[in-house]
């Protein structure tokens, strides 16, 4: 490998919060594979995106530091100026009520047999105006999650330690759904409407 090629994040290694460790795929950073994208979009605190929905219809996004080629089927959101909060965005990218507008606002998410995520379609959804204590409460939530991605794998030895940590990643994504709701403004029974809708 010259120092030419970088490493490059696949699709099938990224999930909600968590992005697996190891690469096994080198590119080569040329205008082919990243179809004329300036290497700024590679480098730096950024959102990686998967451009595929899951399932469920849920948006997946983790958040990374590291210099990584993504070809199309990994969107890179990169923040704009010094002063937007990565995760803050990323907190809000994976939250259920986020998920749900999107597909039910996006006639491209809805017409693809594989809903796949669509940078023009995204940008279009309102963001709610927030307070800093909000924003202080997503970063520390959103800062909790990506820690308990990264437990699992050395907590494998016991069923209990697993379990104990899934418990938690799913209170504090119940948090962050929360959070979310309030920043809409949402009454409980629409609540009830996106839990159920989006499992």
Request: charged share 25%.
């Amino acid at each position: 490998r010259s120092k030419e090629y970088l490493p490059e994040l696949q699709g099938s290694e990224l999930s909600r919060y968590k992005i697996e460790p190891k690469r096994v795929s080198y590119l080569r950073y040329c205008n082919d594979i990243a179809s004329s994208r300036p290497m700024r979009m590679f480098q730096g605190e950024r959102i990686v995106l998967r451009r595929l929905l899951t399932r469920k219809f849920r948006l997946q996004a983790g958040l990374t530091v590291e210099t990584m080629i993504t070809t199309d089927n990994v969107l890179n959101v990169v923040p704009r100026n010094s002063e937007a909060s990565v995760p803050f965005a990323l907190g809000f990218l994976n939250s259920k009520l986020v998920s749900w507008l999107y597909v039910n606002t996006s006639m491209i998410a809805q017409k693809d047999d594989f809903p796949q995520v669509h940078i023009s379609a995204l940008a279009a959804l309102p963001i709610p105006n927030f307070d800093m204590a909000r924003h202080d409460r997503m970063v520390t939530l959103v800062e909790q999650m990506l820690q308990l991605h990264k437990q699992p794998a050395a907590a494998r030895r016991a069923a209990s330690d697993r379990e104990l940590v899934q418990r938690q990643i799913d209170a504090t994504d119940r948090e962050i759904d929360r959070l979310v709701y309030n920043l809409y403004g949402l009454t409980e029974d629409e609540v009830k409407i996106i839990a159920e809708t989006v499992r």
